[in-house]
């Protein structure tokens, strides 16, 4: 039942899941995943939005996930000056498409 389950799933298509299954194959990694694997890790993933301005990584913060952007702008930046505690220098504007910690 399960792998019945599992095909009937992978013929399922909808717009999130074809954008997902495209940003996914340009990972080296996953690319060389069964399509049954594939599909278990579309399935497993976890839809969050964020706020504008929410601080999504720390600096020297261990990463333990991966996250792939499917609207908005994400801003990398860091402080560039222990003085200026506010004020940062923006290193790259991601978009639609872009994947974080790959």
Avoid at 14 to 21: A, K
Avoid at 77 to 84: A, F, I, L, T
């Amino acid at each position: 039942m399960t792998t019945s389950f599992k095909e009937y799933c992978f013929k399922y298509k909808d717009d999130l899941r074809t954008f997902l299954e495209m940003e996914c194959e340009k990972i080296k990694y996953f690319s060389a995943l069964s399509n049954i694997t594939k599909q278990e890790l579309l399935y497993s993933m976890e839809r969050r939005t964020y706020r504008a301005g929410t601080k999504i990584f720390k600096e020297k913060q261990t990463i333990d996930r991966l996250i792939l952007i499917q609207s908005g702008i994400v801003e990398l930046s860091v402080n560039y000056d222990k003085r200026r505690k506010y004020e940062s220098f923006i290193i790259e504007r991601l978009t639609t498409g872009a994947i974080l910690n790959h």
